[in-house]
């Protein structure tokens, strides 16, 4: 089993739609938790950065986290065409360096 | 502006051929990072480096080597010994290994012919 599993789509909705995108982990010692965005043929963007359960909101961005269910997602609301990237999760310890990824999600923002 | 530097941003390399990715920082940060990008894959870590002088294999350190004598950079060897090279290599730099937050170069594409 891979420690984070994530859809990889492609997942395609209408502009303006809410986007849903999720990962789910397999070690309850992961302590915080990032969502990166790629476009294609660039480098990963950091998007958002949560250490708690709950939810973390940025503009359009909602990082939401569910420690117990081992489940973390990202909302998209009114989405554009420009957030059409594929999108990455990524979970951690604290005072251990390395990161561990999902697959990421492709997603397509129909005009 | 602060960030991350790669070159090249293609590469083509022949079989048996050792081949340099660049990486440069100037964001005055500890850490640095590479990580490979396959399709269908997540980003796996090969070697990192905490301080100057001193790295530690990744998950995938096997037909690669690194260096690290100055702060701002983190240069990678894809060496002949590296089976199946062709992939897109991202480096990553975070403040200090404590850090959790990692910020990425634009990647190179490696591909050998």
């Known amino acids: 089993q891979k420690e984070v599993e994530q859809d990889p789509g492609p997942l395609s909705v209408p502009e303006g739609a809410i986007v849903s995108l999720n990962c789910t982990y397999s070690?309850?010692?992961?302590?915080?938790f990032m969502w990166y965005r790629q476009y294609s043929r660039k480098g990963p963007e950091l998007l958002m950065y949560t250490y708690s359960s709950g939810n973390k909101e940025d503009g359009r961005f909602t990082a939401q986290v569910d420690k117990s269910s081992k489940y973390i997602s990202l909302f998209i609301r009114d989405s554009q065409p420009s957030d059409s990237a594929t999108y990455l999760c990524?979970?951690?310890?604290?005072?251990?360096?390395?990161?561990?990824f999902g697959t990421g999600t492709r997603l397509t923002i129909i005009p | 502006d602060g960030g991350i530097t790669q070159s090249p941003k293609y590469l083509f390399r022949k079989e048996g051929q050792n081949v340099t990715l660049s990486c440069e920082q100037n964001?005055?940060?500890?850490?640095m990072y590479w990580y490979r990008q396959d399709p269908g894959q997540g980003l796996r870590l090969i070697y990192y480096s905490q301080i100057v002088n001193d790295f530690q294999k990744g998950d995938i350190a096997e037909g690669y080597s690194v260096s690290r004598e100055k702060k701002e950079s983190f240069p990678l060897t894809v060496t002949s010994a590296q089976k199946n090279p062709t992939a897109f290599y991202l480096c990553?730099?975070?403040?200090?290994?404590?850090?959790?937050?990692?910020?990425f170069g634009p990647g190179t594409r490696l591909t050998v012919l």
């Open positions: 990553a730099s975070s403040i200090d290994r404590l850090a959790n937050e990692q910020f």
């Open positions: 070690n309850s010692a992961f302590q915080y």
């Open positions: 990524a979970v951690g310890n604290f005072g251990n360096e390395k990161l561990t």
């Open positions: 964001l005055n940060h500890d850490a």
